[in-house]
Structure formats: C-alpha cells, structure tokens
C-alpha cells in the first residue's frame, strides 16, 4: 500500500522551530522528487520546499528562503522539512508531495500535519 505520512506539526510560538517528516512506503521512494506544500488560510497550495530523487537541489519558496531546509534520508524513506524563525504566516497545513515523471507520471500526497504558529 502507497502511503505518504507526514509529522512533526503543532502549536509553536512566534521565532520557534518545528521538524517536520514525511515517511514513505509501499513505492520506490528513491525515484521521486519530493515536495513540501502549504495550504494556508488562502485558496491555493503554495510550494514551500522540493528536493530531487538525488537529495540534490533543493528548492525553496521565498518566503522561507534562509529559515527552512528540505533534506532526505533514503536508507529510511524519509524527507524532512526543518523550519526556524517560525512566525505566523508560516501558519498552514504541511502536505508531502512525491513524483516521478516519465512516460508515465505518479505522484502521491500524504494526509498533511498542521503548523500552527502563535503567542
């Protein structure tokens, strides 16, 4: 079973930080590219990170250049998403993303950890 599953979110205050992970089974995690999304308050997902297959070239969004790295562990099918200098904008549920585009493309989500920052 293809499962996506992130965690690491909840309350945290303002200049905090959070760790966020994404762990991945039933697929071969090691042929996608990952992504972090955000669904704030607004009605678009925004990209917040993404890494490739690789672990190489990380990109981030530039709200979050400078305070978030991306990173992945493939011996453990993970990604991870480390977020400091929290403030409240940062607000929003954390989706992963997994893809791999050929021919034919597969992509998953996970069910998405919500972040949470405030006094």
């Known amino acids: 079973q293809v499962q996506l599953v992130e965690s690491g979110g909840g309350l945290v205050q303002p200049g905090g930080s959070l760790r966020l992970s994404c762990a991945a089974s039933g697929f071969t995690f090691s042929s996608y590219a990952t992504t972090w999304y955000r669904q704030g308050p607004g009605p678009e997902r925004e990209l917040v990170a993404s890494?490739?297959?690789?672990?190489?070239?990380?990109n981030y969004a530039d709200s979050v250049k400078g305070r978030f790295t991306i990173s992945r562990d493939k011996a453990e099918k993970t990604v991870f998403l480390q977020m400091n200098s929290l403030n409240p904008e940062d607000t929003a549920v954390y989706y992963c993303n997994a893809i791999r585009r050929g021919s034919t493309s597969f992509e998953y989500w996970g069910q998405g950890t919500l972040v949470t920052v405030r006094e």
């Open positions: 890494i490739t297959s690789a672990g190489s070239s990380p």
